[in-house]
């Protein structure tokens, strides 16, 4: 059985099933499911005459005398063994294998493979591997490599493989319908692991990394198309728009076409009786807050509670501040609070009891909202700001909370449209595609590290104008082992030197949280002119009066990151400027900072990203049970991507409760992976 305790596999026992369980690995399934990193091509034996640069080679030699055993130190042993192939000479090195001594004869061919070093026009290996030529079972193949952990090497783990591909191959079964694994020429399940493990040769490998990948995004697919199609009804109704519209007409500003689309879609959606699950796409300040504010106060305004959870801290308050100012202009008498893990335990003991009672209406905070101590009396609506931060499982945590709430995800991180619904797929998707008019384009400018200096000049000169600026870094503290700007030097170094008249202000995720929100507030009250800081501020950030983001080791981050920073700036009237610092000198690099610079637009942003880097960074990691290794190495491929999305479209209208017998084993995966989320009739 494949589901056996791994301890029972052949060659296994206590010791190793320890081990291996470090790996995650606990049954045979989850060995013969643990996919090599890489491979070894050892399929071609090389000649010694062939030789040109150092690598690893696979020679066939034999002695071409006998070695000679030294001691070094005390309980230190080398051999030096001169080997040949028929066209050329090599010395063998092995260090602390005295036992070879015996192993090694004279009239025996063996398999070496191992780094090749040349020094002086000689070949050396120092430690290979060696075996003999009839009992190989490493040489003439690709083999794998797979993630280790202390005690176990990469040939054990490759044997216990092998054993395990040896008594259990013919009880793996295929997860795919037969149909289906003919209808896009795929591999059987148990050819497609045997060929993970032990590729036959390249066409195997990539038919059987296709099947894998097929397999699970089929199953992602699926998951997420029921878990829509399977959206409850709810209790909370809205029948009363009265605040909402209150809110509306004392907003300063007109609403863009775009956000009273959005608007309208929702107040539908919360007005009728199935419960809302809703994601609102824009870009960054399009206006997406105060569309959330409404959907907030539709709730409130019927008698409901509503929550708004967000990623950071910062976010929070900043949220929580906000909320405040417009519900004051408009004149709305409700109540809202914050929570999150810095407020005081009295105050939070008085905040959960309040929300408890039902005294709270709209409640602002981070993770700390899904905690199990928080309760609430009739919670209606559940917004979370900026979605790609939090997981599928936190998001229903906090749904769970009530009674089928209406849920509402804000996100400012465009999703190409070929994957938005392997990302989004459980969800109706409402987009604010324009942005509020008057609106400065920010000039964006990439400089290399030489650029700084004239970078930090025209900062100098913006500050001097009343303006503010942020610099980001991307890391906390100097560090030895990545030659990166970091946040505290930069800090230390332009308060001394070129900022020595101005406030600067230091702004990192290992502050505490008192020391975050005082720089915060000190940078929104203008207190502070240029704010050095990590990626900290890249969501939701809003200081209008901030016209500069710098941004050190611009290389380092991903477009939609970049594009993100950026947002930051632009808020205002006045001109605002990006300015990425390109510390890299490869072409690519070059190439990613003209997109951003090319178009303020993420979405095309976005497209362009999938293009260089492919769809694996779209991914959140571990969303639906999808490792980085299988994002990264297995369903990175847009093509199977789409055949994916249009056979799970067809599979949807014809059977979207996965009836018959061939689709068993793929409900079963389904339901293993989404567990309480999913229904099938
Ligand atoms: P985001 O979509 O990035 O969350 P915000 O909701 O923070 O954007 O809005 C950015 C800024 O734009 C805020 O200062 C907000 O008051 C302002 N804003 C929102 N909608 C409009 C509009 N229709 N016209 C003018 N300003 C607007
Ligand atoms: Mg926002």
Redesign the pocket.
């Known amino acids: 059985m494949l589901s056996k305790d791994i301890q029972y596999l052949k060659g296994v026992g206590p010791s190793r099933a320890a081990k291996l369980e470090k790996l995650k690995i606990y049954t045979v399934e989850d060995l013969l499911n643990y996919f090599p990193l890489k491979y070894e091509d050892r399929r071609r034996v090389s000649k010694i005459n062939e030789i040109i640069e150092p690598k690893k080679y696979l020679l066939k030699v034999k002695l071409f005398e006998k070695p000679k055993l030294s001691p070094i130190k005390k309980n230190r042993t080398i051999i030096k063994a001169v080997c040949k192939d028929g066209t050329g000479f090599i010395t063998l090195t092995f260090f602390n294998q005295a036992y070879l001594m015996d192993k090694l004869t004279e009239d025996e061919f063996y398999y070496v493979f191992g780094d090749l070093k040349i020094g002086y026009g000689k070949f050396e290996m120092v430690n290979p591997e060696i075996e003999s030529v009839d009992k190989d079972w490493k040489a003439k193949r690709i083999m794998p490599i797979y993630g280790l952990t202390y005690g176990l090497s990469n040939n054990e783990i490759t044997k216990l493989t092998r054993t395990a591909l040896e008594i259990y191959y013919r009880e793996i079964e295929n997860v795919l319908p037969e149909s289906i694994i003919k209808e896009y020429n795929l591999l059987a399940r148990k050819s497609a692991i045997k060929n993970l493990h032990f590729p036959a040769n390249g066409k195997a490998y990539s038919l059987a990394k296709k099947t894998i990948a097929f397999e699970k995004l089929l199953i992602m697919q699926l998951g997420l198309f029921n878990i829509k199609s399977n959206i409850n009804t709810t209790e909370t109704e809205v029948k009363n728009t009265l605040l909402a519209e209150k809110l509306i007409k004392s907003?300063?500003?007109?609403?863009?076409k775009a956000?009273l689309n959005v608007i309208e879609e929702i107040k539908k959606d919360m007005e009728s009786q199935k419960a809302m699950s809703r994601l609102v796409q824009?870009?960054?300040?399009?206006?997406?807050?105060?569309?959330?504010i409404y959907g907030m106060l539709l709730a409130v305004g019927s008698g409901y509670q509503a929550s708004m959870m967000v990623p950071t801290e910062v976010l929070a308050l900043q949220h929580y501040e906000?909320i405040n100012q417009y519900i004051q202009k408009a004149k709305i008498d409700i109540e809202v609070e914050l929570l999150t893990a810095s407020v005081k335990a009295k105050k939070k003991a008085e905040v959960l009891s309040r929300l408890k009672e039902g005294k709270i209406d709209i409640i602002v905070g981070t993770h700390a909202l899904i905690e199990d101590n928080v309760e609430f009396n009739n919670i209606g609506l559940v917004v979370t700001?900026e979605q790609h931060r939090f997981g599928v499982r936190q998001r229903a945590k906090l749904q769970n909370k009530g009674k089928n709430p209406h849920i509402l995800i804000?996100t400012?991180t465009p999703i190409p449209r070929t994957l938005a619904l392997m990302v989004y797929g459980d969800l109706d998707v409402s987009l604010?595609d324009e942005m509020?008019?008057?609106r400065q384009k920010v000039i964006t400018e990439i400089v290399d590290e030489k650029g700084k200096e004239k970078a930090y000049n025209f900062i100098k000169n913006i500050v001097k104008k009343g303006r503010q600026a942020y610099i980001v870094a991307p890391l906390v503290e100097e560090s030895e082992k990545l030659e990166l700007n970091s946040a505290t030097e930069i800090f230390k170094d332009l308060k001394s030197s070129y900022f020595s008249e101005y406030n600067l202000g230091l702004l990192h995720g290992k502050m505490p949280n008192r020391e975050k929100e005082e720089v915060i507030n000190k940078f929104y009250e203008g207190k502070i002119n240029i704010l050095i800081s990590t990626t900290v501020i890249e969501v939701?950030v809003?200081v209008?009066n901030s016209v500069v983001m710098l941004i050190l080791n611009a290389e380092r981050f991903g477009l939609a990151q970049l594009h993100q920073l950026r947002?930051r700036v632009g808020?205002g009237n006045h001109q605002s400027y990006c300015i990425l610092v390109n510390e890299s000198k490869s072409k690519k690099s070059r190439e990613r900072m003209n997109i951003l610079k090319s178009t303020n637009n993420g979405f095309i942003i976005a497209e362009e990203d999938l293009k260089i880097r492919g769809p694996g960074e779209f991914f959140g990691t571990k969303q639906h049970g999808l490792s980085k290794f299988e994002i990264q190495n297995l369903v990175n491929n847009v093509k199977t991507i789409e055949e994916v999305q249009s056979l799970s479209r067809r599979i949807l209208s014809e059977n979207p409760d996965l009836k018959g017998q061939e689709y068993l084993n793929l409900k079963r995966e389904i339901t293993k992976i989404f567990k309480d989320e999913i229904v099938f009739n």
């Open positions: 907003l300063p500003y007109k609403l863009t956000q824009g870009d960054v300040g399009s206006g997406k807050t105060v569309v959330a906000t700001d804000m400012a604010i509020p008019p008057g939701g809003n209008p947002g808020r």
